[in-house]
């Protein structure tokens, strides 16, 4: 793209400038985004919902191919021209939040929780240099309309730092239950831990009209190498009363090996019977890596599942 007129470049640094500090998951989310060295995503075309809706004024976190120069150079400030949003053109984004996801087994570690925080925001700044719409599922929404459109980064960052709205942890390890427009695609990042059947209806409820999906687990690596040895106490996480207290751990872990083994192959079975891709990435892995993984199913037709 070649470079902005001088006097509008100046105008945006303004901008950007004048509307403060950004946040600190954002920032970090745009490192992990450039350091991946992935371009535009490049799935938008011409049609239904593309039609123009109106200027506004440019926002930090906005794709530079965002601005309309043409009329920047009419006003004072940086314009961005926006086009009318439709559903069934959107790529709907969502992570679990449950009492799960906020466990790492070393200190020097993220939690899966920050990890999936990071991955989204961090998919979600390549779709809008690409142009895409993108809406956040929430735990709780009572329908489609209820997932909220998101222009800006920073508002998007925003939701994610929100404490969640409900204290039923059971409905955030699990998207809401309704069925996404035919055209649309889906990101969902979660540890998928939670009971087979109980995500298996999830999934055939999202893609009951056709939508397409990505599903990424993200795994702490103790929880896929199972390293313990000797006397451990396991807790369920959020739940100190259920636990299971062992003088020889070691003695577990093909067990859990083999449960875990057949969880994914489940995981898996179930991404692919509704035309959804599934892959797996560990919280000791660079972003990077998970980050490709995401963009290129998303931009290609289907995607084999894999690890990152």
Known sequence: MAAPPPSA???????????????????????????????????????????????????????????DWRQTAKGERAAVREREWSSTQTVYLWRACGSSQAWRSQPTLPDKQSRCDLLLLALAVLLQRGGERLALLGAGDPSLAAARACHHLPQIAERLHRPPTTSDDTGLSLPPPLSLPRHASAVLLADFLTPIP??????????????????????????EGFPFHGRVRFEAPGDAYTALLTSRAEDLRAAYLHRLSHH????????????WTFAVHHTDHPPQQALGTLFHALSLPSAPGGRS
């Open 9 to 67: 470049a100046r105008r945006l640094l303004a901008a950007e400038m004048a509307a403060g500090p950004l946040p600190p998951l954002l920032v970090a989310a745009q490192r992990v985004a450039a350091a991946s060295g992935l371009g535009n995503h490049g799935r938008r075309r011409q049609g239904r919902g593309d039609d123009f809706w109106q200027f506004r004024p440019y926002a930090p976190g906005d794709s530079a191919a965002m601005i």
């Open 198 to 223: 109980e995500t298996v209806a999830r999934l055939r409820t999202l893609a009951a009209e056709g939508a397409r999906g990505h599903l990424l687990q993200v795994l702490d690596p103790a929880e």
């Open 264 to 275: 994914r192959a489940a995981l898996a079975d179930a991404a692919r019977a509704v035309g």
